[in-house]
């Protein structure tokens, strides 16, 4: 049987490597992929859009090329000279259709993303912006983050990775029913239990997941909610010149509480952390509830969300 197709993007580029090493993970398992990823490194660039101008749009065959295996199911490759969140708007909103109509993704996969998306990252993530827009969109989307910048070995913890998006995609229609939101807030999470509530949300696109994989693995995932990160001393004020002062923006210190149950607790366990974000604010017409968060971040035995079984 065929295999879901997949929405590929990041922020680190279409250069980078985390990217690269997913694409050829997926391809080899036999995902058809389409890519649209950032011209060039877009890192905390966040929910940023370019607006009123023109975004070149390019298809980097020559990446696609040294990827694609022989009778290996169908892969593109484009970049677009704009930010993770124009990636995915020009891709969904028509652009997928224009530039390669024989595949239709599933989900959208933003990542691997370059270094640690956890608790009050997630606000500032280009990764995890790109995967927000696209549920936004209607599009179940997932981000992913090697957190830490000590090394670039991707291909530790890929297969949790990979197995986290089999699992989804496995639950997921082939075609998102909401793409596009054509019912606007009328379509809403629907079942007749939580697990089926929730999983409702995702395939909706009111709810991603953010994985998060450690610096070493120690085979173990958790499924857990945001933790509290702080950073200290984040201005380096320097003088320019003669009279004017420049700022220069980058936390010396990286303050984490001790909270159970968190994605800084499980990275700092060695453990692949799953955490649950709501696409919506709370206040927003589908903006889902605490109840339905808190039972979302609940693990089955296995550390994997209890409702993706």
């Given at each position: 049987m065929?295999k879901p197709?997949l929405?590929?993007?990041?922020?680190?580029?279409v250069?980078?490597?985390g990217?690269?090493?997913l694409i050829?993970?997926?391809?080899?398992?036999g995902?058809?992929?389409?890519v649209?990823?950032?011209?060039?490194?877009q890192?905390?660039?966040?929910m940023?859009?370019?607006?009123?101008?023109?975004?070149?749009?390019?298809?980097r065959?020559?990446?696609?090329?040294?990827?694609?295996?022989?009778d290996?199911p169908p892969?593109?490759?484009?970049?677009?000279?704009?930010?993770?969140?124009?990636?995915?708007?020009?891709?969904?909103?028509?652009?997928?259709?224009?530039w390669?109509?024989?595949?239709?993704?599933?989900m959208?996969?933003?990542?691997?993303?370059?270094?640690p998306?956890?608790?009050?990252?997630?606000l500032?993530?280009?990764?995890?912006s790109a995967?927000?827009?696209a549920?936004l969109?209607?599009?179940?989307s997932?981000?992913l983050?090697?957190?830490?910048?000590?090394?670039?070995?991707?291909?530790?913890s890929l297969?949790?990775?990979?197995?986290?998006?089999?699992?989804c995609?496995?639950?997921?229609p082939?075609t998102?029913?909401?793409?596009?939101?054509?019912?606007?807030?009328?379509?809403?999470?629907?079942?007749?239990?939580?697990?089926?509530?929730?999983?409702?949300?995702?395939a909706?696109?009111?709810?991603?997941?953010?994985?998060?994989?450690?610096?070493?693995?120690?085979?173990?995932?958790?499924?857990?909610s945001l933790?509290?990160?702080?950073?200290?001393n984040?201005?380096?004020?320097?003088?320019?010149?003669?009279?004017?002062v420049?700022f220069?923006?980058?936390?010396a210190?990286?303050?984490e509480?001790?909270?159970?149950?968190?994605d800084?607790?499980?990275?700092n366990?060695d453990s692949?952390?799953?955490t649950?974000l709501?696409?919506?604010?709370i206040?927003h017409?589908?903006?889902?509830?605490?109840?339905?968060?808190?039972a979302?971040?609940?693990?089955?035995?296995?550390?994997?969300?209890?409702?993706?079984?």
């Amino acid at each position: 049987m065929d295999k879901p197709a997949l929405f590929l993007t990041n922020d680190d580029g279409v250069e980078a490597k985390g990217l690269e090493v997913l694409i050829k993970e997926l391809h080899s398992k036999g995902h058809p992929l389409v890519v649209l990823a950032p011209a060039r490194e877009q890192s905390c660039s966040g929910m940023r859009l370019t607006l009123n101008h023109q975004l070149k749009l390019e298809e980097r065959e020559d990446i696609a090329k040294s990827i694609r295996e022989l009778d290996g199911p169908p892969l593109r490759i484009f970049s677009l000279d704009g930010t993770p969140c124009d990636c995915a708007i020009v891709a969904i909103d028509g652009g997928l259709r224009a530039w390669a109509p024989e595949i239709k993704p599933t989900m959208c996969v933003s990542g691997i993303n370059q270094g640690p998306n956890l608790s009050v990252d997630v606000l500032h993530s280009g990764t995890v912006s790109a995967a927000r827009e696209a549920s936004l969109y209607g599009m179940p989307s997932i981000a992913l983050s090697l957190a830490t910048y000590e090394h670039s070995n991707f291909e530790e913890s890929l297969p949790a990775m990979v197995s986290l998006i089999e699992a989804c995609v496995g639950k997921l229609p082939r075609t998102p029913f909401n793409l596009g939101r054509p019912e606007g807030c009328s379509i809403v999470p629907e079942g007749t239990n939580m697990s089926q509530l929730i999983m409702s949300a995702f395939a909706n696109g009111d709810m991603i997941l953010n994985i998060n994989s450690p610096r070493t693995w120690n085979g173990t995932i958790q499924t857990v909610s945001l933790g509290s990160r702080w950073y200290r001393n984040a201005i380096d004020i320097r003088d320019i010149e003669q009279f004017d002062v420049g700022f220069k923006v980058g936390a010396a210190k990286i303050v984490e509480e001790d909270i159970s149950e968190t994605d800084c607790n499980a990275i700092n366990s060695d453990s692949v952390a799953v955490t649950p974000l709501s696409s919506w604010p709370i206040n927003h017409p589908l903006g889902l509830s605490a109840e339905i968060m808190q039972a979302a971040s609940q693990a089955a035995p296995s550390g994997l969300p209890k409702w993706l079984l």
